[in-house]
């Protein structure tokens, strides 16, 4: 099958800590046709750009570089300076916390050769200890999941997507601090660009470790989710009901009781994060979505 020219773009901020395993993960890769490695740095603080730049040499049969963002802002500055910065037909998109298994970026691409969104499989399993990976329902196992009520979304640890219609929609919007994958996802749809399941696609995902850590991820993706409702509002997004309001801090106080038991500390911290998030981006954006 032919397979179209390919750009993947790993975004990084202060990720010295993991990206050598993610970039292992990716030289070990093979590919039908030509492809290239962007690193993306926006506006590391430690030792992120020096280990890229140390993967040089392992890169030498592939279109290798490492780039900084001019002006530093949300990951989809990074993205968009990845996409702009490359020249593949499709673009696929990697963390730099996370691994691609073997075969990734040959299945990625076969389903890329006439899909213009596409998504593989998200494994919760290999990176993350067990009190972790339970303290929320996995994404993207086999299918490419509906969020927020709303339209079906890949999840952007394991997107690619063809450029034109990248380029057509003018990439990711930049003032989203997170959940830019929704919102690319569903703006694609509004020109008609549906996103394809890939089986066997898979990349490990890496979960955020500490109750700290995974409360302001979490937080951060509902305040997310209220800039989403405040644009997709007028293409029909519905504000969260009564019952899933209720239902959310139920879950807060189910959690709390259970915090005790083994992984605990992340259920609570997950489901807290995201009613806070909810809660203090209504407040902020002056928009319902509790």
């Known amino acids: 099958m032919s397979v179209p020219t390919l750009s993947v773009i790993v975004t990084c901020r202060n990720s010295a800590r993991t990206l050598e395993e993610t970039l292992e993960s990716i030289v070990s890769q093979t590919y039908a ?3 290239e490695v962007v690193v993306v740095d926006n506006a590391s603080t430690d030792t ?12 030498a049969e592939v279109s290798y570089r490492v ?5 530093p802002g949300h990951q989809a500055a990074g993205l968009n300076h990845g996409i702009a910065s490359t020249t593949g037909e499709a673009l696929v998109f990697v963390d730099s916390d996370d691994l691609v298994a073997e075969g990734y970026l040959q299945r990625m691409g ?7 969104l596409a998504g593989g499989e998200l494994d ?3 990176l993350n200890p067990v009190d972790v990976r339970h303290r929320r329902e996995p994404l993207q196992v086999n299918r490419i999941d509906t969020l927020c009520g709303f339209r079906p979304a890949v999840v952007g640890a394991t997107m690619g997507a063809r ?5 057509r929609i003018g990439g990711f919007d930049e003032a989203l601090p997170t959940q830019h994958d929704l919102d690319l996802s569903w703006r694609l749809a509004g020109i008609g660009v549906q996103p394809v399941f890939v089986p066997g696609a898979v990349v490990h995902y890496r979960y955020r470790l500490g109750p700290r850590e995974i409360f302001e991820q979490e937080r951060g993706y509902g305040v997310g989710e209220v800039l989403l409702y405040r644009k997709f509002r007028p293409l ?7 019952r899933a309001v209720v239902g959310s801090w139920v879950g807060v106080l189910r959690a709390l009781t259970g915090v005790l ?7 609570l911290a997950t489901r807290l994060g995201m009613a806070v998030g909810h809660v203090e981006g209504s407040r902020r954006h002056r928009t319902l979505y509790l």
């Open 33 to 35: 046709g030509w492809w």
């Open 48 to 59: 992120t750009v020096e280990v890229a730049e140390a993967f040089s040499a392992r890169f």
């Open 67 to 71: 780039l900084r963002v001019p002006n």
């Open 110 to 116: 076969e389903v890329l050769a006439t899909a213009g």
């Open 124 to 126: 919760v399993v290999r």
């Open 163 to 167: 450029r034109e219609p990248l380029e």
């Open 236 to 242: 029909g997004m519905r504000r969260r009901g009564p």
């Open 261 to 267: 038991l083994p992984g605990g500390p992340s259920r």
